[in-house]
């Protein structure tokens, strides 16, 4: 906030002191006149498009809309717990052999990935078991609104 100030204050402080300078220099009060409403013109419009990008947040029409910004992002999410994004594509090549001169790499699905992390969780339940609970709960709680969202 004192810095906000200081700024206005310096401001103003140059608006007078750029019309004294353009009338000492200048043979005309016309040219005077000119160059120091351009040069005024040109620091107080500088200062209020800092101010405008210093809070992109609300209802100005040259804000984010973060509202927009956030269904995009909650729609992607959800596409990424559609059936269709859980699968891998499937591969003409087996596992063990190789496609192309190519070693073909296991493919670690989510689904997968969710089972292996609640088999280890309730393995490891002996030295953490609120935690694990927490991890199968949670585990359980995405296949269910996956499942429920097909």
Known sequence: F?????IL????????ITAYVCALNS???FWAFLE??????????LHYIGVELEQPFGD???DLPIADMQVA???SLLDLLCP????APSFPCKADKQCNNQPVRKILTLDSHLSAVKTQSASNSSAGSAMARRISEMMD????????SQ
């Open 27 to 29: 043979r005309s009060p």
């Open 9 to 16: 204050f310096m401001l103003v402080l140059q608006w007078f």
């Open 141 to 148: 709680r995405i296949s269910s609104f996956a499942g429920s």
């Open 84 to 87: 269709e994004a859980r699968r």
């Open 60 to 62: 100005d029409p040259n």
């Open 36 to 45: 120091a409403v351009v040069v005024v013109l040109l620091y107080w419009s």
């Open 2 to 6: 004192p810095v906000a100030q200081m």
């Open 73 to 75: 992002m909650n729609t």
